[in-house]
């Protein structure tokens, strides 16, 4: 009974439900939403998006190029990440199929990225946990369980970085927006804290209270989460250099449009797009990333010059991935239809 419940998780995430929810009415209206908080942050601050162009037109290509590589060197980082806390988890044991390499990893979470670029409410990190899942033939539930363990410790070193960047960008004046950004990251921290205690507390009587043919689920799913929580000191450091390549991208966009900003400043921009990026409201984010970017650039440069700055950014890590994740897609969607046809010949 377990094993067809999840196979119902999983159907939930599978290719043909990517294409039919995105048509779906929330997902247009999150559309609408993410639009509507772009055209009403630039109409507001009366942004001149000729000068704004102006400025694009103008960027050093080596640099933009050298801040797209930099960029994409971090999905590997966190394939290896991933790949230690699936390991934790012990999926390469007891005669499990062996682990996904870490660019295999990458790849999936490539795919994940381009589901939350174009649906709501994180779905994408319920399809890459399919993929993994279909990869090493194991439990769906308990490798989500992984995925959640990343999102809490992103949120703990985004947080801590963060606190550790508002040295340098609170010096500012006018720095509410960076108060903001604190007061969302430490909210995100109490929630993510809160919701672990209590999974650790109460989880025995939360599965006792499930239907019996979800209290198995649940239990891998507790499993896949806290057994994640092994070797912090290693998980930690590939944690920090994941957020550092983002830094050094934002970083080399401003220096290849000509500006030179302090590192704490662009540092406390790279985590402003995690946090909103993690706010399941828009599709990755889109208009929330955006607005905040240029609210926080603004205090060091023209609302003009904080606006190309945004658009670069995320025309990196948003409408890149986009095309990137879904020509990986729709390859490995192609892939799925061939194993098919080759092990059910007459479907």
């Known amino acids: 009974m377990a094993r067809i419940e999840e196979a119902r998780l999983e159907a939930l995430v599978e290719e043909p439900s990517l294409r039919k929810q995105f048509f779906q009415l929330r997902t247009l209206l ?74 295999t990893l990458a790849r999936f979470m490539a795919m994940g990225w381009f589901a939350n670029c174009i649906l709501p409410a994180k779905l994408g990190d319920a399809y890459r946990a399919f993929l993994a899942k279909r990869e090493m033939g194991t439990s769906f539930s308990k490798t989500a369980g992984t995925v959640l363990a990343e999102r809490v410790i992103d949120i703990v070193v985004i947080f801590a970085l963060l606190a550790a960047a508002s040295v340098a960008v609170l010096k500012y004046a006018q720095a509410e927006a960076a108060m903001n950004i604190m007061q969302v990251g430490l909210g995100l921290v109490v929630a993510m804290s809160v919701g672990l205690v209590g999974m650790a507390r109460f989880g025995g009587s939360l599965q006792r209270l499930l239907p019996a043919r979800f209290q198995n689920i649940y239990q891998l799913f507790h499993e896949g989460t806290f057994h994640s ?41 790279a985590l402003t797009d995690a946090l909103l990026v993690g706010i399941p409201l828009t599709p990755g984010g889109l208009g929330l990333v955006e607005a905040g970017l240029a609210a926080i650039l603004m205090l060091a440069v023209t609302k003009e010059q904080a606006a190309s700055i945004a658009i ?35 479907a």
Do not use: C
Not at 32 to 44: L, N, P, T
């Open 30 to 103: 999150a559309f609408a939403i993410s639009f509507a908080i772009i055209y009403f942050f630039v109409s507001r601050l009366n942004i001149d998006l000729a000068e704004t162009w102006q400025i694009i037109s103008r960027v050093n290509p080596l640099g933009f190029l050298l801040a797209m590589a930099v960029y994409y060197w971090g999905f590997p980082i966190r394939g290896l990440r991933w790949r230690l806390l699936l390991k934790n988890v012990g999926f390469d044991q007891d005669g499990q199929k062996e682990l996904p390499s870490s660019w």
């Open 229 to 269: 929580f092994r070797n912090l000191p290693a998980i930690a450091v590939l944690s920090v250099a994941v957020w550092l390549t983002e830094a050094a991208r934002v970083y080399l966009i401003s220096w290849a449009l000509g500006f030179t900003l302090d590192p704490g400043l662009v540092l406390f921009v």
């Open 312 to 346: 670069l950014d995320r025309f990196l890590s948003y409408w890149s991935v986009l095309a990137m994740g879904g020509l990986l897609h729709l390859w490995g969607f192609r892939g799925i239809r061939a194993r098919r046809a080759r092990l059910h010949p007459s």
